[in-house]
């Protein structure tokens, strides 16, 4: 339900598929939307106005948009990563939430291969918890990070083996 004024956020819009993206159309361009009732001759068109949204998509691979889709967005943004630094934190924010305890320098050997991306940062740490707990105290230090993600073979730009081999190809 959208209310005047709402936003719509889309995550991974680059994975809409085509029918969505037309049936998108004239709601981004004209706050409405066209449904089609019935088949063949007998099919009747309704157009059913919708309240002025503003709609936010959200992709890292903006190529994939098409661009009919793309045109559509009155204001395109591109956003920086993370700095290493900024990731940092996270990490030890995210490791206050699920209860690890985590050392500056921990902290940093996690976000200097999470490539700028929290996500991959908090995918990082909940495995690095997971070896920590089985190989040494439970506690993260620079040690317990740099030999859990060796073992999880992510190299000092983060990147995993699969990402080496699409390099090399």
Do not use: C, W
Not at 67 to 81: K, M
């Amino acid at each position: 339900n959208l209310s005047e004024h709402d936003i719509l956020f889309i995550d991974e819009i680059h994975r809409m598929s085509r029918t969505v993206e037309e049936i998108l159309y004239p709601a981004m361009e004209d706050y409405a939307l066209d449904i089609i009732i019935g088949k063949g001759p007998a099919a009747k068109s309704i157009r059913i106005d919708l309240p002025k949204f503003t709609l936010i998509g959200a992709t890292t691979r903006a190529g994939l948009l098409t661009a009919p889709l793309r045109d559509r967005f009155g204001v395109i943004s591109r956003l920086e990563l993370y700095t290493v630094e900024e990731i940092k934190e996270i990490v030890k924010r995210s490791a206050g939430l699920l209860d690890v305890e985590i050392d500056d320098e921990g902290a940093a050997e996690i976000a200097s291969r999470s490539r700028g991306t929290p996500r991959i940062a908090n995918r990082f740490l909940k495995r690095v918890r997971d070896f920590a707990q089985v190989k040494y105290d439970g506690k993260i230090d620079y040690k317990v990070a740099a030999d859990a993600l060796k073992s999880m073979e992510v190299d000092e730009l983060g990147l995993d083996i699969i990402d080496s081999r699409m390099i090399k190809t």
